[in-house]
């Protein structure tokens, strides 16, 4: 159970992180001290977006 609302957490924050990215659109983001390309920064969180729907989406089912 505690997992699956972390997952779920971690994929609403994740939606917020991409689309307030997109809105704001700065020249560059930043991931733990490291300046990279806005499209890398997406595309890191997409892949955490992913992977905890999986994993809540995943727990739900196991229920």
Do not use: C, Q
């Not at 930043?30 to 989406?57: H, K, P």
């Amino acid at each position: 159970m505690k997992r699956s609302i972390i997952s779920l957490i971690v994929v609403v924050l994740g939606i917020m992180v991409i689309v307030i990215n997109f809105v704001d659109n700065p020249e560059k983001a930043r991931i733990l001290f490291m300046e990279m390309d806005n499209w890398t920064f997406r595309a890191i969180w997409a892949v955490f977006v992913v992977y905890s729907g999986y994993n809540f989406y995943r727990s739900i089912k196991k229920k």
